[in-house]
Nanobody
Framework: QVQLVESGGGLVQAGDSLRVSCAASGLSFSDYTMGWFRQAPGKEREFVATISRGGSNTYYADSMKGRFTISRDNAKNTVYLQMNSLKPEDTDIYCC???????????????????WGQGTQVTVSS
């Protein structure tokens, strides 16, 4: 079965950097668009970034542009999210997601993705 397993979360201070990873198995990774979302307790899941199958095209939520970078290594079946200049408001559970259907446009909605990981907690202290 398809599994997406995130790792790399933790407790950091404001201004620090952190890279979270998502290892995929049970699917043909290079055939899937990948995305990162985040969610705080009691809040809706929020789009962070997405990356095309080959990795050449990326798209970010406005509040993450310039601070976050999504990338992927298809040989390792892994997608990454590099987060710089972290702020306390970035504290969330970060989840990766996979979408198999091709689309010419960037997908930013929860229902656009079929598979989800459990998430990794990122906590930014002030």
């Amino acid at each position: 079965q398809v599994q997406l397993v995130e790792s790399g979360g933790g407790l950091v201070q404001a201004g620090d950097s952190l890279r979270v990873s998502c290892a995929a198995s049970g699917l043909s990774f290079s055939d899937y668009t990948m995305g990162w979302f985040r969610q705080a307790p009691g809040k809706e899941r929020e789009f962070v970034a997405t990356i095309s199958r080959g990795g050449s095209n990326t798209y970010y939520a406005d509040s993450m542009k310039g601070r976050f970078t999504i990338s992927r290594d298809n040989a390792k079946n892994t997608v990454y999210l590099q987060m710089n200049s972290l702020k306390p408001e970035d504290t969330d559970i970060y989840c990766c997601a996979a979408r198999g259907a091709f689309s010419a446009s960037f997908k930013t909605e929860i229902h656009d993705y079929e598979y989800w990981g459990q998430g990794t907690q990122v906590t930014v202290s002030s």
